[in-house]
């Protein structure tokens, strides 16, 4: 190592207490391949003990400016920055670098899925694209921070014992993101068969698709939380989104979202909305919680991964209004089960958002 350029840059000051750790720490950042320029760069970011574990995450980072992959993909400099925005990423300014390669790449793919798509619909497809991955990186980072607490230099009181453990878990990353695209493409191709067993051609070309929709919520859950610890409530939640995620998916539907304590699903048809909301009753109630649940039927809006219109509105309504244990169902819904299953009228109900009254029936408990 050149003790000397290290000084000169400002990384290593041989009259520091921490001398001894900070050079130990260099030593590991040149045998992992770091450049000085590097170090340099993450030594301003306040980032030098991550620097190992920064470059697995993003290669090559910080190269070009937004205008300079404009030139380098042949895109209007307006396109490719509302690409990026539209991605949830950020340009402090217009002559700051921040594009990799890699993220030339990925902003000429978007690009080109313009020309086909349209701009709306690719910068639509982009804002989803961005907001999930968002989450996928909260939950990835808050599931390590809570493990592994050497993460954190103030935990661990040592920038070397740190950058061990960071670059350790970011060797993952490469595999995680394999394991990203292997499941894009599972959930590509069960978003076009589930569209096709709608039979919504004929409402397609105006966004809409036949489909059933369901809300089901937990009761209590505000007082619950109320006196519930961190690791309880969190405890709560991830029971509530494994009991919904797995009913969801053994009846063939869809979980669009989970808001809080609530979960929205959609279904091809009534009477498997139906048997989704029940059995999430069910089984909720058989892990010590109480659910309620509300299923519509009709044609909705389907708009960047996710559902809208009256019909929407209306389950999420329903599920307001019932109580714990019941399952509540509009007319549409009523009228698709037919003699399948036996409902309870409760009458025209004033519910928040309509004008006026709306039929609605409760599912009789099953027998037995």
């Known amino acids: 190592m050149d003790l000397e ?35 340099v760069a993450a030594n301003e970011r306040g980032r030098l003990f991550a620097l190992a574990g920064d470059r ?41 670098p921040v594009a990799s390669p890699d993220d030339i790449e990925m902003v000429a793919t978007a690009a080109t899925m313009s020309e086909v798509l349209g701009l709306e619909a690719t910068l639509g497809m982009a804002r989803v ?21 050497s993460m954190s230099v103030a935990s661990s009181g040592s920038e070397l014992t740190t950058a061990r453990a960071f ?16 499941l894009f493409r599972h959930h590509l191709e069960a978003a076009r068969m589930h569209f096709e067993r709608t039979e919504s051609w004929d409402v397609v070309g105006q966004g809409g698709i036949r489909i059933a929709v369901g809300f089901a919520d937990l009761c209590g859950f505000t007082g619950m939380s109320q006196h519930l610890s961190m690791d309880g409530l969190s405890q709560l939640l991830t029971r509530f989104e494994e009991i919904a995620a797995d009913v969801v998916a053994d009846h063939g ?34 892990r010590g919680l109480k659910a309620r649940a509300g299923v519509t039927a009709g044609t909705a809006l389907a708009l960047d991964g996710d559902y809208f219109g009256p019909i929407v509105n209306l389950a999420a309504r329903l599920v307001a209004v019932a109580e714990p244990g019941q399952v509540l169902a509009s007319d549409p819904v009523v009228e698709r089960l037919g003699d399948r299953r036996t409902t309870i009228p409760l009458g025209p109900q004033r ?12 599912l009789a408990p099953l027998a037995g």
């Open 167 to 182: 670059a350790g878990i970011a060797s993952a990353v490469p595999n995680l993101g394999r394991t990203l695209d292997v």
């Open 129 to 149: 694209m961005g907001a999930s991955l968002a989450r996928i990186g909260d939950a990835a980072s808050t599931a390590v921070r809570g493990r592994l607490p």
């Open 351 to 362: 519910l928040r958002g309509f004008d006026d009254p709306v039929p609605v029936s409760r």
């Open 56 to 96: 697995l995450v993003r290669p090559q980072r910080d190269q070009f400016t937004l205008d300079q992959v404009a030139e380098t993909i042949g895109a209007p400099a307006e396109k490719v920055r509302a690409i990026w925005r539209a991605f949830g990423l950020v340009e402090a300014d217009k002559d700051s």
């Open 253 to 286: 539907g869809r979980l669009v979202k989970f808001l809080g304590d609530a979960v929205m699903f959609v279904t091809t048809d009534a009477v498997t909305a139906v048997a989704v909301a029940e059995d999430l009753v069910e089984a909720a109630e058989l």
């Open 5 to 39: 350029a290290f000084t000169a840059a400002g990384l290593y000051d041989a009259a520091s207490p921490a001398a001894a750790e900070r050079l130990e720490l260099l030593a590991f950042l040149v045998d992992q391949g770091c450049t000085l320029d590097e170090m």
